[in-house]
């Protein structure tokens, strides 16, 4: 499964980010790290969950681990076929051995509002 991480930096080590589309950085791992995407929507002005959902669509993630997922994020994951996981305050190897695990259940819905 490929899973693209919500991440406050560079390493597996780093710490779950809250934000979804705002998120400094992401980390893309299939059983290993396989890329580090530094957010190119981190500074737009609006849409910014809908263009991170499409951009990790883009890549084919098949699971998207953050800390809350808007609304129009949230819309665009599911249509893409992308499940969407929330864990926080945790370590990026962390969540994603939670989620290998089954230990984390996917979010049923947005879980945050549209604004940051």
């Given at each position: 499964m490929k899973i693209a991480v919500s991440s406050s930096g560079k390493t597996l080590n780093d710490?779950?980010?809250?934000?979804?589309?705002?998120?400094?950085?992401?980390?893309?791992?299939?059983?290993?790290?396989?890329?580090?995407?530094?957010?190119?929507?981190?500074?737009?002005?609006?849409?910014?969950?809908?263009?991170?959902?499409?951009?990790?669509?883009?890549?084919?993630?098949?699971?998207?681990?953050?800390?809350?997922?808007?609304?129009?994020?949230?819309?665009?994951?599911s249509a893409a076929g992308i499940k969407a996981y929330s864990a926080s305050g945790i370590k990026v190897s962390e969540a994603v051995e939670l989620l290998n695990q089954g230990k984390l259940g996917p979010v049923q819905g947005a879980n945050?509002?549209?604004h940051w």
């Open positions: 710490i779950v980010d809250e934000r979804f589309g705002r998120a400094p950085y992401f980390l893309i791992i299939e059983d290993e790290l396989l890329e580090i995407i530094e957010n190119p929507n981190l500074t737009a002005g609006g849409g910014v969950g809908v263009q991170t959902s499409q951009m990790l669509a883009d890549r084919g993630v098949d699971a998207v681990i953050a800390g809350n997922f808007g609304p129009k994020a949230f819309q665009v994951l945050k509002n549209s």
